[in-house]
């Protein structure tokens, strides 16, 4: 049974036209993440939100925007999509902090044309 | 600030052998470490994890890790590795600073042959 559900697994944009990545959930968990893995690099956190409490890492582009309409959804929104953006976007979530387990989703690949 | 440092981008072992992929870290106190391993089109799964205690944290799939605070490493291991063991695994970080924060080393790609 999925937990960490992506939408959609692959997504194409063209260069500074807005798109939207979804993550849902079925842990009822209290975090969630958003991290951006660029290949053969470490994920990287641009944010997170503890319940709705907003987080933000202070080297995420302020091209980056989350929203967090309630406890199971988590939305990425990159307004204006560069090259440098085509990445592998990773979803997670953890029950109340970073010390627990982070359950993670299968990623979005967003390429950028 | 924490860091971690996975010194082996890729690894190739035998089915059958023993695997050590090497991590450390550099973090003034005790951290919170964790190994992941990632499938290819799949996210990142939690091997385990080692916050306290027994310095021989044991995982799923048969993995486990050892964690050395003189040598600031916390090193994965598997005694005999599966074809289905070929993967990314990254070793990561945590600790608390003005919340809590992970840091994910580059990953080693283990690769398996027959």
């Known amino acids: 049974d999925a937990m960490v559900i992506q939408n959609p697994r692959y997504q194409v944009t063209q260069f500074g036209k807005p798109v939207t990545l979804s993550c849902s959930q079925t842990?009822?968990?209290?975090?969630m993440y958003w991290y951006q893995q660029k290949s053969s690099q470490a994920p990287k956190l641009l944010f997170h939100?503890?319940?709705?409490?907003?987080?933000n890492e202070a080297d995420t582009p302020d091209n980056f925007q989350s929203r967090r309409p309630n406890t199971s959804f988590c939305f990425l929104d990159i307004r204006s999509p560069g090259l440098g953006d085509a990445a592998m976007y990773l979803c997670?979530?953890?029950?109340?902090?970073?010390?627990?387990?982070?359950?993670f989703g299968p990623g979005t690949r967003l390429t950028v044309l | 600030a924490q860091s971690v440092t996975q010194p082996d981008i890729h690894i190739t072992v035998s089915e059958g052998a023993s695997l050590e992929l090497r991590c450390n870290y550099s973090?003034?106190?005790?951290?919170?470490l964790f190994w992941y391993v990632q499938s290819p089109g799949q996210g990142l799964q939690l091997l385990l994890k080692?916050?306290?205690?027994?310095?021989l944290v044991q995982g799923i799939k048969g993995f486990e890790a050892e964690f050395k605070r003189s040598q600031s490493s916390f090193n994965l291991r598997k005694p005999s590795v599966h074809w289905s063991d070929a993967a990314e695994y990254f070793c990561?970080?945590?600790?608390?600073?003005?919340?809590?924060?992970?840091?994910f080393g580059a990953g080693t790609r283990l690769f398996v042959k027959a």
């Open positions: 990561a970080v945590g600790a608390y600073s003005g919340g809590f924060k992970t840091i």
């Open positions: 939100y503890y319940d709705k409490d907003f987080n």
């Open positions: 080692y916050f306290s205690g027994d310095t």
């Open positions: 973090y003034g106190a005790t951290p919170y």
């Open positions: 997670a979530t953890s029950l109340t902090s970073g010390r627990d387990t982070q359950y």
């Open positions: 842990l009822n968990h209290n975090v």
